[in-house]
């Protein structure tokens, strides 16, 4: 229940954003919360974020992999942009993820900012 109620506050604060995810690396949602937004207008489906977090949780263990690679320290965010959204996701530790979708006017420095901001509280929540 915490992490859904973190994940509304974040979409809900976010103009724009229609979505979020909690995820652990199998992926298995620990939480997810969609917003009125996210209502599919005619000929559009509706946004699966379970479905967008499996997909997008897949690259993100790509990327680390890469990152290891290089040596270039940890992972700390994902931004992927497309035509219908931009999808920010957030590694919290090796094993879980948090990952936001808005629409791509919406506002992604703000949706950035607080998935930054509510890190350290949903890494305790996840202990």
């Known amino acids: 229940m915490l992490f859904t109620d973190s ?17 652990d690396s199998a992926g298995v949602a620990l939480a997810s919360y969609v917003s009125s937004e996210a209502v599919a207008s005619p000929g559009e489906p509706a946004v699966d974020i379970d479905a967008v977090g499996v997909e997008f949780g897949v690259l993100l263990s790509a990327i680390r992999r890469a ?8 992972t700390r965010e994902v931004t992927i942009g497309t035509d219908k959204m931009v999808t920010i996701i957030r590694p919290l530790g090796n094993s ?3 990952a936001m979708s808005l629409r ?6 703000k949706g950035r900012f607080l998935m930054r901001t509510a890190d350290p509280q949903l890494r305790l929540e996840l202990q």
């Open 7 to 23: 994940l509304r506050d974040m979409v809900n604060a976010t103009e724009g954003a229609i979505a979020g995810l909690m995820m």
């Open 67 to 74: 990152v290891a690679s290089l040596e270039a320290g940890e």
């Open 96 to 98: 879980y993820f948090v």
């Open 104 to 109: 791509p006017d919406g506002n992604i420095g």
